[in-house]
């Protein structure tokens, strides 16, 4: 954790939409998007108001749009500041009730969120919570993934079950491989470490971890990753997988339960 913390923001473009990827707390990641074409500017997420402050005011930036992905305290906390304080809409999942401070917009499986020039499309993703969404620019070939799937990693199911959570992340699945996803934390490395224990001759597996132990090392973030890195490498991701469910005891069963032994294997790792 104390590496993440000497992280400074990252910037990435794809096309007109430009992405600073901004450490905050002990290890979430806010996101600050810009279309170049309108110069609108969005935050995806809001952990900490004051650091996501100081870096819009860095840049020059004012704030339009706050899309959450739930309703979780370190992805909403900073609300009802940053939209005190730069008069920013907020939209959010519907099915998180009311639980989104400041929400002006809820939305549903297949809306529209429109940004600037651009347009994400809303996926809901429940199991970590039960209203969770995913906002998928489709065009940019990027997504915004909260805490449904994490680099090597998925969410804890606090509030859906295996069966749902499997079939939240088969929409993720099916976005095209080259898409590049932005998760809410950096948790890659403990991931590695248990993914690995569930296959430690995988080699694709390996490879990868060596990589993510180099980042680290470095106090570089590994986020963001691709979706063709999760396929090949991210055990939850991998359940219909027979390699993976004959290495978990499980050869021949549904791939919701090996999703969900992996999971509880997570969980008490």
């Known amino acids: 954790m104390a590496v993440l913390r ?3 923001a990252m910037e990435n473009r794809h096309g007109p939409l430009t992405v600073v990827q901004l450490p905050c707390l002990q290890d979430n990641y806010a996101f600050l998007l810009k279309d170049e074409g309108s110069g609108t500017v969005a935050t995806v997420d809001t952990p900490d108001a004051d650091a996501i402050g100081a870096a819009l005011n860095e840049r020059g930036w004012g704030l339009d749009l706050i899309l959450n992905t739930h309703w979780h305290p370190d ?3 900073g609300n009802e500041a940053l939209k005190a304080r730069f008069g920013a809409h907020i939209v959010g999942p519907a099915g998180e009730d ?7 917009r809820a939305v549903v499986d297949g809306d529209q969120v429109a940004f600037g020039g ?15 969404i995913v906002f998928h620019f489709a065009d940019q070939k990027v997504g915004f993934v909260g805490d449904t799937l994490f680099s090597l990693g998925c969410g804890r199911l606090f509030e859906g079950t295996p069966a749902q959570m499997w079939t939240s992340l088969g929409k993720l699945r099916a976005m095209p491989p080259e898409t590049v996803l932005y998760c809410a934390h950096e948790y890659t490395a403990a991931n590695a470490k248990f993914a690995l224990s569930l296959e430690p001759d995988h080699a694709p597996l390996k490879e990868r971890a060596a990589e993510i ?9 590994t986020v963001p990753m691709t979706l063709s890195q999760e396929l ?14 004959a ?3 499980l050869r021949g069963a549904a ?8 999971r509880r294997r997570k969980d008490e790792f």
């Open 255 to 262: 791939p919701t339960d090996v999703f969900a032994d992996v």
């Open 75 to 77: 992805h909403t906390g």
């Open 6 to 8: 000497q992280q400074s």
């Open 213 to 221: 132990e180099r980042l680290r090392a470095e106090g570089q973030p």
């Open 98 to 104: 009311d639980r989104i401070p400041g929400r002006d």
């Open 232 to 245: 090949q490498t991210n055990p939850f991701l991998r359940a219909d997988d027979p390699a993976l469910a």
């Open 247 to 249: 290495s978990v005891g």
């Open 118 to 132: 651009l347009n994400a499309q809303v996926l809901e993703t429940p199991g970590h919570t039960k209203g969770h």
